[in-house]
């Protein structure tokens, strides 16, 4: 086994030259570190010789300071496990400084925006890693190009394409480490390239307007059932618009044809861009049996109609899970040269070998077929929070499209009682979820409902009937009998 490294300060413990104090002064830093937390209990300890060439010292002055620290219960040796932290001694314990702090400790999480991270493909992952690391050429474990690997450009421009009927080249795709990346290359590229204003909708998400306001202006665009209010955009100075146009977060509405034409017709008439945040395509509508084939054709992105005035932005988080960090930018071509530059200024390198595993999972159709069994067990989640909402909560609705991983749960107003309040008293009750006014900005318009974005595909797939029947109960408890929902 290769030699283990250790840094550890040697004090001096007596006077120069007096006899075993180098040997004392090893003790006593190995107490240190042990006593600090820097060596946890079973944490093995590099072999007598290889400390001593680290220290300068000699070998038997190392061994005599183990054996002591073995004698006074510090440290253990067994044959073949070698030299370890004795698993009863530890850091000091430290006085509280004051109250601890509360953990979150929800049993129920109902956070929207997440996905089920318990059901992450670990087996075609790994095999695709594997394969990534057999395979992959000398030259990819170099810096490389900036718009990311040429063999998932590829996979993903075929991908999009098929599932989603976006238009793009490989050359025209950059590979980033997710949407949060993705936003913030392009508010540099549109403030490089004189962009003055970006529009966002509203509701939508605080992250990324705090992403985009750091750079340029934002003008606020109203959501309403339809979709992005375009008309907000007439006479205003915005030249870029982020949007959600298939599945508006957080009210789960589509963007409608109308709305869609008047938008592109926008970006022609202005020279403007139009950056589509595709969060959630892969989970489009998905009737259950028995309505019409017409209903399960899913809208396609956006990006399709107009490749040159469009972007298209899409990630993981919501397909994988957020601990692969990898997204992707489908960009018009006059905006890939500053792109690319933003990309290489930002000097964070998007992991090689996972760009060449989603390659792998692309081309071998274990990422579809991930995604076809995510999107039952999603869709069975929807419907079971439908049937409980109906029988339950009768004058609660559930409204947004039936797709995606949250869902809008408007509740009957209560005079004594805001959204924020209804959020809180479910924390109490250990149910985690989000309020519609945490997305809002500025005061709400007239007619907001009062509602709970209700992220139903957070729990892991046993844990979701008991947080469900959290959720129902305690609104049910909330409102009381008298006003029953």
Known sequence: MPGLDLLIELVDTGPPGARGSRRRSVEEALRTAIRQGRLAPGARLPATRHLAEQLGLSRGTVSQAYEQLIAEGWLTARTKAGTRVAEDAGPDPRPPAGPPAAAPGFRHDLSPGRPDVSAFPRVAWARALRRAIHEAP???????????????????????????????????????????????????????????????ENPGMPDHLATVAARLPVLDLPVDD???????????????????????????????????????????ECGGWIVEDDYDGEFLPQPPAGRTPIARRPVGALQG?????????????????????????????????????????????????????????????????????????????????????????????????EAGLHALLQLPPQPDRDEREIAAVLRRASVLLRPLSDYLRGPAAAGTPTALVVGYATPPAHAYPAALDALVGALQGLYGPERRL
């Not at 976006?166 to 540099?188: D, W």
């Not at 998007?350 to 039952?376: K, N, V």
Request: charged share 20%; proline share 6%; aromatic share 6%.
């Open 138 to 200: 000398a030259e990819a474990f170099g810096y490389g190009d900036p718009r990311g690997r040429i063999e998932l450009r590829t996979a993903l421009a075929g991908y999009l394409g098929r599932v989603r009927g976006v238009r793009v080249a490989p050359e025209h795709l950059v590979i980033c480490s997710g949407f949060a990346q993705a936003l913030g290359l392009l508010t540099a590229a549109f403030a490089e390239t004189g962009v003055p204003a970006v529009g966002m």
């Open 226 to 268: 339809q979709g992005l209010r375009v008309d907000a955009l007439s006479g205003s100075a915005v030249r870029a618009v982020l949007c959600t146009p298939a599945h508006q977060f957080p009210l789960g509405v589509g963007l409608s044809p109308g709305r869609r034409a008047a938008l592109l017709a926008w970006a022609e």
């Open 305 to 401: 109609r107009r490749p040159d005035r469009v972007v298209y932005a899409g990630s993981l988080s919501k397909s994988l899970g957020p601990a692969v960090r990898l997204g992707w930018i489908a960009c018009p071509p006059p905006l890939l040269e500053p792109l690319t530059a933003a990309k290489r200024l930002a000097d964070r390198q998007t992991s090689t070998l996972e760009q060449l595993a989603l390659a792998d999972l692309i081309g071998s159709g274990a990422f579809d077929h991930h995604l076809r069994t995510m999107r039952r067990s999603y869709r069975r989640r929807r419907d079971a929070l439908a049937a409980a909402v109906a029988e339950r909560l009768p004058r609660a609705r559930l409204t947004g499209m």
